[in-house]
């Protein structure tokens, strides 16, 4: 390879480097932009949120679901980052391409606005404004990208006046000026460092600077806009007039690792398909109740708090919880019995399915029998004592045992309306989940944990086992696949609540194998069949493997 090789491979390699970095910080200065106008618009319009909430909704059922089990709770992260990474290769690959066919690398560039413009008008409560902020996201980009790639060309004509091609000069490459005094030089060079180079820099930083100025402007007010906090802290929950009935002695289970009879609020699971939480202080906050009723009805959440609110320990669980899996828990629910709201509002007796519209335009149907049944079907506004956080639902929710989430747990709730399940589809049944959702029976081993090492002798096994609605009657555990044998369970609270159990086995040293399994109030077994959550539920034995050591 010749010097003039090298130099010119040193040369391709800097304007590849210049180029994708010119198309980062276009890209980034136009996201910049666009979290300042979401500050106005929402968070939820941000041309990152909007693609990934678009992304949430496109992407196949299988897909949602290998999200979920893979990364669990920091899928949304995942997701974000993924957007976040497409983008910064999309655009350097533009950069690069825009110094010379500038026309192709802005397309890239467009593409962005425009993808995040679709995306932001095609949500569920999307509104005319909430398209501005990709829209000015892409002309930000364009902008700015346009200036980077003017100055780049402009410091590339010193060397081109001396006969340096083109294609083979970049702002780092360009040759040493000659002093001022010396007839022929180009005017505005410098010694050592041509205007590329420092214009370019220039221009880069000023760009980078008002980009992170925008950003984090756009994050305050965005902050201080969705901050609920202090309307939250406001609330004063009043004392119910229907109190939870007495726990019983024995409720609870007590041994070390067993999972807590009441899950506190800053463990209960969250699975929910929003990126950015939706902020609606209480005092902002309306219910209508329509459809195929009588008579209407709207509520202010001060309606709500006057109207006497009734109590209730509730096990609430996902149907993306994969057997064993943590996507369940009990808290002290506190709100309005939605039977009585429907009854108010004079429901029709052909509706057989409520429907739910939550802030960020989520739907979610409900079997209507499941409401009026007398079971303890509940509009809360507290939690384990405390008015909703905001992750949870705040200022209310939908509670409804005897289903899994995606058919009865609609949080930040503010419609609800009568209707046909063959007249409306809601949002997890457009993708094909099952349209009732009635939970399964399961149980869980949550002691001893999966490979864990114990001693021989006398070990505890112990979990909790759950089938909303209809209770749990019997928890039968083997090892190594010999007899079952019964647990002891605690005292049952309510067929609406699970149950902790507890049992013991003499373990020799070696590998040991537990499955559980768990009777439902009526006697009916849980079933050995493994099934993944879609479309109705996970179903099969949980198992742990441990080592019992000498």
């Not at 800097?14 to 198309?23: E, H, N, Q, S």
């Not at 060397?159 to 022929?184: K, L, Q, Y």
Request: net charge neutral.
């Amino acid at each position: 390879m010749t010097t003039n090789d090298r130099k010119h491979g040193t040369r391709r390699g800097a304007r590849i480097l210049i180029g994708a970095i010119v198309g980062v910080i276009a890209a980034g200065s136009g996201l910049a932009l666009g979290e300042l106008a979401a500050a106005v618009t929402g968070p939820a319009t941000s041309p990152v949120l909007s693609v990934g909430s678009a992304a949430i909704d496109l992407a196949p059922t299988p897909v949602k679901e290998f999200a979920i089990r893979t990364f669990g709770t920091a899928d949304k992260l995942v997701l974000i980052s993924g957007v976040l990474a497409v983008l910064v290769v999309l655009s350097a690959l533009g950069g690069i391409l825009v110094r010379t066919r500038f026309a192709t690398g802005a397309a890239i560039f467009i593409s962005f606005g425009v993808l995040g413009v679709l995306a932001a008008v095609t949500r569920a409560s999307a509104q005319p404004t909430d398209s501005m902020p990709s829209a000015l996201a892409g002309v930000a980009a364009l902008g700015v990208l346009y200036l980077l790639v003017r100055v780049w060309r402009k410091g590339e004509e010193p060397a081109m006046a001396e006969g340096v091609a083109p294609g083979d000069v970049t702002p780092a490459d360009t040759p040493d000026a000659a002093p001022d005094s010396v007839a022929g030089t180009t005017e505005g060079t410098t010694e050592r460092g041509t205007p590329s180079r420092r214009g370019l820099l220039i221009a880069s930083a000023a760009s980078v600077a008002v980009a992170a100025v925008a950003a984090t402007a756009g994050r305050l007010l965005q902050a201080v806009r969705r901050d609920v906090a202090e309307s939250r802290a406001a609330v004063r929950l009043p004392k119910p007039a229907d109190p939870a009935p007495e726990l019983p002695a024995g409720y609870r289970t007590k041994v070390s690792g067993i999972s807590p009879y009441f899950t506190p609020n800053k463990d209960f699971y969250r699975v929910d398909t929003v990126l950015s939480l939706p902020s609606v202080p209480a005092e902002e906050w309306t219910l209508r109740i329509g459809g195929d009723v009588k008579r209407p009805i709207e509520l202010s959440f001060r309606d709500l708090l006057d109207r006497g609110l009734t109590e209730r320990d509730l096990t609430l669980s996902c149907v993306s919880n994969e057997v064993g899996g943590p996507y369940v828990g009990t808290a002290r629910w506190l709100g309005i019995p939605l039977g009585d709201l429907l009854r108010e509002a004079g429901v029709s007796s052909s509706s057989d399915q409520l429907l739910s519209r939550s802030e960020d335009g989520m739907t979610i149907g409900t079997p209507m029998e499941g409401v009026l049944d007398g079971r303890d079907a509940l509009l809360a506004v507290g939690m384990n004592g405390e008015p909703l956080p905001v992750n949870h639902g705040f200022p209310a929710r939908m509670i409804v045992p005897g289903f899994y989430g995606y058919t009865s747990a609609t949080k930040w709730v503010v419609e609800l309306t009568a209707t046909r399940f063959d007249e409306v589809q809601a949002y997890w049944t457009q993708r094909d989940w099952d349209p009732r959702g009635v939970v399964k029976t399961a149980s869980r081993i949550d002691v001893p944990r999966p490979f864990e090492r114990v001693s021989q002798g006398e070990i505890t096994v112990a979990g909790v086992a759950w089938a909303q609605h209809r209770g749990i009657s019997a928890v039968q555990v083997r090892m190594d696949g010999g007899p079952w044998q019964d647990a002891e369970l605690s005292t049952q609270v309510s067929a609406d609540t699970w149950r902790q159990w507890r049992t013991t086995f003499s373990a020799r040293p070696g590998t040991r194998r537990f499955e559980v399994r768990a009777a439902d109030g009526n006697g009916d077994p849980q079933t050995e069949k493994r099934t993944r959550p879609f479309p109705d539920g996970a179903s099969g034995w949980h198992s742990v493997a441990v080592t019992v050591t000498p």
